[in-house]
């Protein structure tokens, strides 16, 4: 009976020791099938801001659809502007409009796919909307003009913002073809057109 259950302990332990080789090997396979796009983004006017305001965005010219998440974001209306001005979130993302000023304002969105209008929000109030279609949102406000806020809706995996020095990594991304897009709410986009390949690393700058 003992060599049984020492039996039974010694095939379990082989089937665990089993099974976690097979997983490590699936990971080093899944390792071994992505790449990373590095690169950094310059400003040369600072008038027209830093490199840190831009988004960069890779989106794969044959990739499936994105599924939607189940985040949640905030952005706040106080001093006549909305903070943050720059907001990256993947779709399905749910954005609370939080109203702390001591006017009303009434935020809304014309632009495709993301078409929007929270109404007159109250100081205190705050309502929500949940962007489901990859893109950029122009956010303005009805009751303020010089109110402006944009939103960058795109795959949390596919999409960065720069560091302080303008340097920016995506990694983990499946080979293929890509359309790598730098975005800058004052300077606008530039794209280039890649080719990643298994476990490579690409650079890609941008100059503005």
């Known amino acids: ?21 097979l997983g490590l090997v699936a990971a ?7 790449g990373s796009v590095q690169g950094k983004v310059t400003v040369s006017d600072p008038r027209a801001g830093s490199s840190k305001d831009a988004v960069i ?3 794969p010219m ?17 001093g006549g502007q909305f903070t943050p001005r720059t907001l990256l979130v993947e779709p399905g993302t749910t954005v609370r409009f939080t109203n702390r000023d001591a006017v009303y304002h009434n935020a809304f969105s014309r632009s495709s ?3 929007f209008d929270l109404g007159s929000v109250a100081p ?23 109110e402006v806020a944009h ?34 709410p004052l300077l ?10 298994p476990r490579g690393r690409l650079t890609v700058d941008f100059h503005y």
């Open 124 to 146: 205190g109030q705050a309502r929500g909307v949940r962007f489901t279609r990859p893109g950029l949102v122009e956010v303005y406000c009805e009751l303020h003009p010089r």
């Open 28 to 34: 080093l396979a899944g390792c071994a099938t992505t």
């Open 151 to 184: 939103i960058v809706v795109a795959p949390r995996r596919t999409s960065t913002r720069p560091l302080d020095n303008g340097t920016y990594l995506l990694a983990g991304l499946a080979p293929g073809p890509y359309a790598v897009r730098a975005w800058h």
């Open 188 to 197: 606008g986009s530039q794209t280039r057109r890649i080719d990643l390949p």
């Open 113 to 115: 796919g993301n078409r």
């Open 57 to 59: 965005v890779a989106t």
């Open 62 to 78: 044959n990739g499936p659809d994105t599924p939607l998440g189940t985040g949640q974001a905030e952005i706040v209306m106080t």
């Open 1 to 21: 009976m003992d060599q049984l259950r020492r039996g039974g302990k010694t095939g379990r332990r082989a089937r665990a020791r089993a099974w976690l080789a």
